[in-house]
């Protein structure tokens, strides 16, 4: 059974850093590509960042381009966001997915919120 | 910038059936856009039903099913069952490692 469970969130102030983990479990983690999705309380779903199985190519969406980072560890079955310059807007549940060939994702772990606040 | 649209909510019977669209403000979704379907109730995960189109998740029962309608994906649910209130939201293969999700259907069983 494919499992994804993520960890990291918490309170954190504006301007501050945060890492994000997902431990994957259940299915050949070096062969799949992964996502973070995000959702704000109360919104809908948002893409912030993909990665290729070997993590050679990474992508973002604009909101979070140059402030977060992507990363897999693939002898430790764990992925990875690393977000700096945190801002309110920033807050959600942080959802980190395996996909299909084409990205979408198909396998979601429970997520992990995070809270951007002074 | 291309949008993707759904409907904001619909309402089904029980037992009945219902179909939710999801387009683009500017041109026709595709195969090429690798339509998926994802399912949330409140406070829970998202969870898959759909991809490419027309795949099932694995465990997702045949009452959904996904395909092109004109210039749309679409998902149908037949059957409908109380438990089937939920978010649904649609999510396109835009290029390279991007996806966009549409801003989700609210769908109410009564």
């Known amino acids: 059974e494919v499992q994804l469970v993520e960890s990291g969130g918490g309170l954190v102030k504006p301007g501050e850093s945060l890492r994000l983990s997902c431990a994957a479990s259940?299915?050949?983690?070096?062969?799949?590509?992964m996502n973070w999705v995000r959702q704000a309380p109360g919104k809908g779903l948002e893409w912030v960042s993909s990665i290729t199985t070997s993590g050679s190519l990474v992508y973002y969406a604009d909101s979070v381009k140059g402030r977060f980072t992507i990363s897999r560890d693939n002898t430790e079955n764990s992925l990875y966001l690393q977000m700096n310059s945190l801002r309110a807007e920033d807050t959600a549940v942080y959802y980190c997915?395996?996909?299909?060939?084409?990205?979408?994702?198909?396998?979601w772990g429970q997520g992990t919120l995070v809270i951007v606040s002074s | 910038q291309t949008v993707v649209t759904q409907e904001s909510s619909f309402s089904v019977s029980p037992g009945g059936t219902v179909t939710l669209t999801c387009g683009l403000t500017s041109g026709s979704v595709s195969t090429s856009y690798y339509p998926g379907w994802c399912q949330q109730t409140p406070g829970q995960a998202p969870r898959t039903l759909i991809y490419?189109?027309?795949t099932r998740s694995s465990g997702v029962p045949d009452r959904f099913s996904g395909s092109i309608l004109g210039n749309k994906a679409a998902l149908t649910i037949t059957g409908a069952q109380a438990h089937d209130e939920s978010d649904y939201y649609c999510v396109l293969f835009m290029g390279g490692g991007s996806v966009v999700f549409g801003e989700g259907t609210k769908l109410t069983v009564l």
């Open positions: 259940g299915f050949n983690f070096r062969s799949y590509s």
């Open positions: 997915a395996r996909v299909s060939g084409q990205w979408v994702p198909v396998n």
């Open positions: 490419s189109t027309d």
